[in-house]
């Protein structure tokens, strides 16, 4: 863990000094694929500092040791995108007494909005800031069930093109009965990737 807290500042430091901008109509295009991590939350929003404890821990955290999601998006206009993304994963670290290796799945479409367009914040070069509001689709071991997606994200790039993506995502089971393997409905999923912004016909 110590290693990857100082990799991941050497990357700060290294993007720092590029000039970068936001996904914008001339390259309305991004790709990213990477690691998702799953952490199955025992609180759910109306026990917020159980929640807020839980999903700060990485004791309860599963990781899949492979490229486990890809997504697509696209710039649409005033700093909107949409992006489909999809993931896979292995499930029970932290998660369950008696059980390992439940298989995860999900697939989901977000709207985003990239908040240096937002008047109040400005662009901020290389650090590319968003929030994001989706809905998905869920499956742990055969037991599936659409969910809705809150998003918190950013990119880091290092020049127009090539950067990291850091996305972490609230997902809450929303029909029926929810997801019987999952004890709170809720889980978060968070995700580092590289992402590659083109143009059209690129």
Not at 17 to 35: E, K, L, R, V
Not at 54 to 64: A, E, M, P, R
Not at 136 to 149: A, Q
Not at 150 to 168: A, I, K, R, Y
Request: glycine share 10%; no cysteine; proline share 3%.
């Amino acid at each position: 863990m110590r290693n990857l807290k100082v990799a991941l500042m050497a990357l700060f430091v290294f993007a720092g000094i590029s000039n970068a901008t936001a996904q914008d109509s001339d390259n309305p295009w991004t790709m990213s694929f990477g690691i998702n991590m799953v952490d199955i939350s025992s609180a759910g929003l109306s026990s917020p500092v159980d929640a807020l404890k839980d999903y700060i821990g990485i004791s309860d955290v599963n990781v899949l040791p492979a490229i486990s999601r890809i997504s697509v998006s696209r710039f649409i206009d005033k700093g909107f995108s949409v992006e489909l993304a999809g993931a896979l994963n292995k499930i029970g670290n932290g998660a369950y007494d008696d059980v390992d290796d439940l298989s995860f799945f999900s697939l989901d479409a977000n709207a985003r909005y990239d908040l240096n367009s937002a008047s109040f914040i400005g662009e901020t070069g290389w650090f590319d800031p968003y929030v994001g509001f989706g809905i998905g689709y869920t499956s742990i071991d055969g037991d599936g069930n659409m969910t809705m997606n809150p998003t918190l994200g950013f990119n880091t790039w290092f020049n127009e093109n090539v950067g990291l993506n850091f996305q972490s995502s609230y997902k809450s089971a929303i029909l029926g009965d929810g997801i019987a393997t999952l004890p709170k409905d809720v889980y978060f999923q968070h995700s580092i990737g590289l992402i590659i912004r083109f143009a059209d016909g690129n």
